[in-house]
């Protein structure tokens, strides 16, 4: 069971920045957790815009590229989302996910796989122009 606690939402004007933080909890063992971040906007099927393997490797959807960073503190068990240059489509609920690690692990199997793993509650993410 992978317990995940996410934090940092919140209101900000287009252009503006917010960092989410998720804190993790995982049993130890010898499986390998994989890490993203998925958003849902009203509407809209849930997405994966971030992910980071293992290794540290990452990858973005298209729609954030650039603009979003995500990063761990593995000491601390806290994963993080840098969001800069925000826009109003990005509106939307913010969830830290984790699944097992797989080869070719990224956003766009993340989206796909994102039910066969573990969520938190999610955090809100309004932009306004």
């Known amino acids: 069971q992978v317990h995940l606690v996410e934090s940092g939402g919140g209101s900000v004007q287009e252009g503006g920045s917010l960092r989410l933080s998720c804190g993790v909890s995982?049993?130890?063992?010898?499986?390998?957790?994989?890490l993203g971040w998925l958003r849902q906007a009203p509407g809209k099927e849930r997405e994966a815009v971030a992910t980071?393997?293992?290794?540290?490797?990452?990858s973005y959807a298209d729609s954030v590229k650039g603009r979003f960073t995500i990063s761990r503190d593995r000491r601390a068990n806290t994963l993080y989302l840098q969001m800069n240059s925000l826009k109003r489509e990005d509106t939307a609920m913010y969830y830290c996910?984790?699944?097992?690690?797989?080869?070719?692990?990224?956003?766009?199997?993340?989206?796909?796989?994102?039910?066969?793993?573990?969520w938190g509650q999610g955090t809100q993410v309004n932009v306004s122009s």
């Open positions: 996910a984790a699944d097992l690690c797989f080869f070719g692990f990224n956003t766009a199997t993340l989206s796909d796989t994102w039910r066969q793993g573990y």
């Open positions: 995982a049993p130890s063992s010898q499986r390998t957790w994989c």
């Open positions: 980071i393997g293992n290794d540290d490797s990452t």
